[in-house]
């Protein structure tokens, strides 16, 4: 658990609590299970491959929760406690987990999906 103070001490405007739930946690461990998973069940994926996909898909999934918490934090500061806070936590929060979530999952097929050996052509090099 972790606490965000906001406002200068000593004048705190408001603390938030993130739980464990709030945490982006939940998300890795689904994508480590999935990398495992296609690890231990199949060839056709190389463990480097799988690798590289699980720390793009969680890097993605962190920088999205830390996004919603952001959200949530600078809209209870800036309309207050009541709406601020549950336009934040209740529209915003969600919304951003699912497409977080997308973006994550998006990026680990997208890493798994490449051709092999596929890298970056300079500009004029097709002639």
């Known amino acids: 658990m972790a606490l965000i103070w906001v406002g200068d001490f000593p004048r705190i405007r408001h603390v ?17 299970l999935i990398t495992a998973a296609l690890a231990l069940l199949g060839h056709r994926f190389g463990v480097r491959r799988l690798l590289l996909a699980l720390a793009a898909s969680a890097g993605i999934a962190v920088a999205a929760n830390v996004t919603r918490i952001a959200l949530i934090v600078s809209a209870t500061d800036h309309w207050g406690g009541g709406y601020g806070r549950g336009l934040g936590h209740d529209y915003a929060g969600p919304l951003m987990t699912v497409l977080g979530t997308a973006l994550a999952l998006l990026g680990y097929l997208w890493v798994l999906g490449r051709p092999h050996g596929m890298t970056p052509r300079p500009i004029g090099a097709d002639a």
């Open 16 to 32: 938030f609590l993130v739980t464990p739930g709030c945490s982006a946690a939940l998300m890795v461990a689904v994508l480590c």
